[in-house]
């Protein structure tokens, strides 16, 4: 029984066997690293962070407030990547998620008021 459960423990916090919410764990320090990296010129890299989004969200384990922010952090990785179509989608699904989010509103109004890309751009 001591085996079993030893090596349960084991297989429970391999990357493998990682959760959803292991993921987004994850990934939001990708994520904040990346920003850090940006901040200092050094040049954050944003794809590490995107993929455990991603299967973060995959997963299906969230709650709604856990789905809205995974959607949000990711819109905010794609932003840096300046990927705006998929930083508009990511920051538009966390708000139909939850239509009260404000920060995921301020990022997207902010986006469309300033992008450096006037396609995005739009001041109304």
Same mark, same amino acid.
């Given at each position: 029984?001591?085996?079993?459960?030893?090596?349960?423990?084991?297989?429970?916090?391999?990357?493998?066997?990682?959760?959803?919410?292991?993921?987004? @764990?994850?990934?939001?320090?990708?994520?904040?690293?990346? %920003?850090?990296?940006?901040?200092?010129? *050094? /040049?954050?890299?944003?794809?590490? =962070?995107?993929?455990?989004?991603?299967?973060?969200?995959?997963?299906?384990?969230?709650?709604?407030?856990?789905?809205?922010? =995974?959607?949000?952090?990711?819109?905010?990785?794609?932003?840096? *990547? @300046?990927? +705006?179509? *998929? =930083?508009? =989608?990511? +920051?538009?699904?966390?708000?139909?998620?939850?239509?009260?989010?404000?920060?995921? +509103?301020?990022?997207?109004?902010? %986006?469309?008021?300033?992008?450096?890309? /006037? @396609? +995005?751009?739009?001041?109304?």
């Amino acid at each position: 029984m001591a085996l079993l459960f030893l090596s349960l423990m084991i297989c429970g916090t391999s990357p493998g066997w990682a959760s959803g919410l292991d993921d987004l @764990r994850a990934a939001r320090e990708k994520s904040w690293e990346a %920003l850090g990296r940006e901040v200092l010129g *050094k /040049g954050g890299n944003y794809d590490e =962070a995107i993929a455990l989004f991603t299967k973060a969200i995959e997963s299906g384990e969230f709650s709604r407030d856990d789905l809205k922010e =995974a959607y949000y952090l990711r819109g905010f990785d794609w932003f840096w *990547k @300046r990927d +705006y179509d *998929k =930083a508009i =989608a990511d +920051y538009t699904k966390a708000i139909e998620i939850d239509p009260k989010y404000p920060i995921a +509103y301020n990022k997207l109004a902010w %986006l469309m008021a300033t992008c450096p890309d /006037g @396609r +995005y751009r739009d001041g109304n």
